[in-house]
């Protein structure tokens, strides 16, 4: 499952390279790495809960 969600990561940035998304922080090109960011700040944010819990 880990390995699906990565590779659906990747696929979004490769999309949103030859054509943005259109969201309000994915409107140009150059914001591909916007997508790293949010995906490695949900993943944190998972690990943190899953150690309190």
Do not use: E, Q, Y
């Not at 696929?11 to 030859?18: E, P, S």
Request: glycine share 4%; aromatic share 14%.
């Amino acid at each position: 499952m880990t390995k699906l969600l990565g590779l659906l990561l990747l696929l979004a940035m490769v999309v949103h390279i030859i054509k943005p998304l259109g969201l309000p922080f994915l409107k140009r090109r150059s914001d591909f790495w916007r997508i790293a960011v949010v995906a490695f700040v949900a993943w944190a944010f998972t690990l943190l809960l899953r150690d309190f819990t």
